[in-house]
């Protein structure tokens, strides 16, 4: 072998990259000294876009497909390297494999509480956590933007700053949206929408695109929950009255019927609970049931406008006070729920009784 063909041997002439993980962004295609044979051939697989670092610059990227590295192949390149077209030497370039599949089930949630308002519950705290994926759209901006020289770059290393710019926007559109935390769970549809729309844009900013995002689960905390599961078994039970007799009924049958505490012990304590069941049952039976009280009456109460000023509310028994003193007058206008507009306090008949109880005007002095 002669040295020319030896020399031959030691550049690249088939340049290609396999990957068999699940979170490869990046991988720096190796060789001592990075350098290259002129008209090598370069492999692109699907899901691949190959990016060339031409000393320290960003060169040529490119798609699926296979090229032979010529210099009418790499404008780029040779406009930075500014060969002839007869150029034949190796050259020395970085070569970059970015995965431009999509990453699928990749996980953000909340790391601390977010506090929003609730209009049944009042202020709260909630968690929140879903999946979302992502792919490279413009390899030469990921490059520039998040990469680096990073040679080989795993989702991992994105994953804590796509939550951050995920976090804030998921706080705003639910503090925004003003829906029930109850409902939230109808609703989480359109808010993992809402909120792909606004973290899109960012994701341009670095290269990539999130093709989905969702909201899997919000909840609240441990002890609202709880109280809310106490509330919801209640609502489960009906008549607690009838709920409670069912449990001596049953708490009975198990005494009796447990060999462990002794026989007679056992029966003793089954017929005593069964003979106070009976007496409250037969107690229950024999009063008659109360009527229920009727409930109150709502008071009216009236409203008065003088000089274009409003007060009120005031009772019956104000308005009564104030025509005594000579603050109501039967021209004074007043209104009240159901009154179909403003009136006279003298036209109307409830009212009009206040004015007949006032004492008449002191005779003249004599």
Known sequence: MG????????????????D??????????????????YGAKL??????????IHEGQLADVF???????????????????SWDHGFSSPFKSEIYFINTTRFQDLKWGTKNPIMCRDPEFGVVRIRAFGSYSIRVSDPATFMREIVGTDGEFTTDEISSQIRNLIVPRFTNTVASSKIPVLDMAANMESL?????????????????????????NISLPAAVEEAMDKRTSMGVVGDLH??????AAEAMGDAANNPNGGGGMGA??????????AQNMAGTMAQPAAAAPPPPPVETVWHIAENGVTTGPFSRAALGRMAADGKLKRATTVWSAG???????????????????APPPPPPPA
């Not at 690249?12 to 396999?18: L, P």
């Not at 991988?27 to 000294?33: A, L, N, P, Q, V």
């Not at 009838?242 to 449990?247: G, M, S």
């Open 63 to 81: 798609y699926p497909g296979m090229y032979m590295l010529e210099t009418n192949n790499m404008p780029l390149m040779t406009t930075l390297q």
């Open 3 to 18: 040295i020319f063909d030896f020399l031959g041997g030691e550049f690249i002439d088939v340049i290609e990259h396999t």
């Open 43 to 52: 492999t692109v697989r699907e899901g691949q876009a190959a990016v060339f």
């Open 339 to 357: 009154q179909d507009g403003w009136k006279p306090a003298g036209d109307i008949s409830e009212l009009a009784q206040l004015f007949n109880t």
């Open 20 to 37: 068999d993980t699940d979170d490869t962004l990046v991988w720096r295609f190796e060789r001592r000294g990075n350098e290259i044979k």
């Open 268 to 277: 003793g304590l089954g017929m005593g609970m069964g003979m106070a069941m």
């Open 242 to 247: 009838k709920f409670t007799q069912y449990a």
């Open 192 to 216: 993992s929408q809402i909120i792909e729309e606004q973290v899109s844009p960012q994701m341009a900013e670095y290269g990539l695109e999130m093709p989905m995002f969702l909201i899997e």
